[in-house]
């Protein structure tokens, strides 16, 4: 059962990802190249339109200097 009130994992995920990236002042292409991932799969996680695997959010997380679990906390 799910509250009305709780966000997705997938929105709060691009939210955390779309904000840490910004305030790192680095360009969707270039946090892609550095975890890894094409920037196209990036841009979909930050638009909700990919499901995350646990091996890519941890190459996102890495990339940006936090644990997984950073980038899926509800703030």
Not at 9 to 22: D, E, F, G, H, I
Not at 48 to 60: A, Q, Y
Request: charged residues 30%; glycine residues 8%; contains cysteine.
């Amino acid at each position: 059962m799910t509250d009305s009130h709780t966000i997705s994992a997938r929105v709060t995920l691009a939210t955390n990802l779309k904000r840490l990236r910004q305030e790192l002042e680095i360009s969707q292409e270039k946090l892609a190249g550095v975890a890894g991932i094409h920037r196209n799969y990036l841009g979909g996680i930050e638009r909700c339109e990919r499901n995350v695997g646990l091996d890519n959010l941890e190459k996102i997380a890495k990339a940006l200097g936090v644990s997984p679990a950073d980038l899926l906390k509800e703030s």
